[in-house]
């Protein structure tokens, strides 16, 4: 039977010999990576099958390797460990495309919870074309752009990606738990929040068409409408 495998990049040698051999015992395969600036490598030889990447580390911090994967692969799941625990970081981890922020001090028993948790829901790729048509707009979603007319717009990995389910599930009641499940791997408050912001900068992102409409079903979730 094939193992899980885990890239994990962290410099703290006691803590990741710690987690790495806990890991193991439970059946993964842990490739570690203490330098920042060899990740993007090491993700590519070994293509792991979720990500755990600490934030501080040499020559590349965590947020900039999150950027690097989430340009190759936009489902592999990636969960940061970090000291970094002010609100402002756990913000710019999930915007960095992450889909789980654990602070340090952290029990192993939670750790291994959350990657479970998130290999359960860890979202297919869309069985469709790179690029679709959304109402007026060009929507890119290996490049994650959003065009209309003369103006092109770069996204941010979370935003493509609730993009491109509400897309998925056009014209279908899409409920909140739903999306963050699929996309931050839990719908904790704190995500359920965050779903809220973004939801309100698509709506601005496609307001030239005043054909699509994302329609808040009270209580329930979205219906994305393109007439």
């Given amino acids: 039977m094939k193992k899980t495998k885990v890239l994990y990049v962290e410099d703290e040698t006691f803590l990741a010999k710690i987690v790495g051999e806990t890991l193991e015992s439970r059946g993964y395969e842990v ?30 911090d965590g947020f900039a390797i999150a950027d690097e994967i989430r340009e190759k692969d936009s489902n592999v799941p990636i969960i940061f460990l970090s000291a970094k625990s002010a609100t402002a970081d756990v913000v710019s981890g999930f915007k960095s495309g992450a889909n789980d922020y654990i602070r340090k001090p952290f029990s192993i028993e939670e750790l291994i919870a959350r990657i479970e948790n998130l290999l359960r829901t860890k979202p297919a790729e869309v069985a469709i074309q790179d690029e679709v048509m959304v109402g007026q707009y060009t929507f890119n979603m290996k490049r994650q752009t959003l065009s209309h007319v003369a103006e092109s717009r770069k996204l941010s990995y979370r935003e493509s990606e609730l993009l491109k389910l509400l897309y998925e599930y056009r014209d279908r009641i899409l409920e909140r738990s739903e999306i963050l499940t699929l996309l931050w791997g839990s719908d904790s408050f704190f995500n359920s929040r965050t779903l809220d912001v973004y939801i309100t900068k698509l709506r601005g992102y496609l307001k030239q068409d005043p054909a699509i409409e994302i329609i808040t079903i009270k209580g329930i979730g979205y219906r994305f409408v393109m007439s």
Avoid: S
């Avoid at 990576?33 to 755990?52: M, N, R, S, Y």
């Fill in 31 to 60: 490739v570690l990576e203490e330098d920042g600036g060899k990740a993007l490598q090491k993700f590519t030889e070994v293509k792991p099958d979720i990500c755990v990447l600490d934030i501080m580390l040499p020559h590349k």
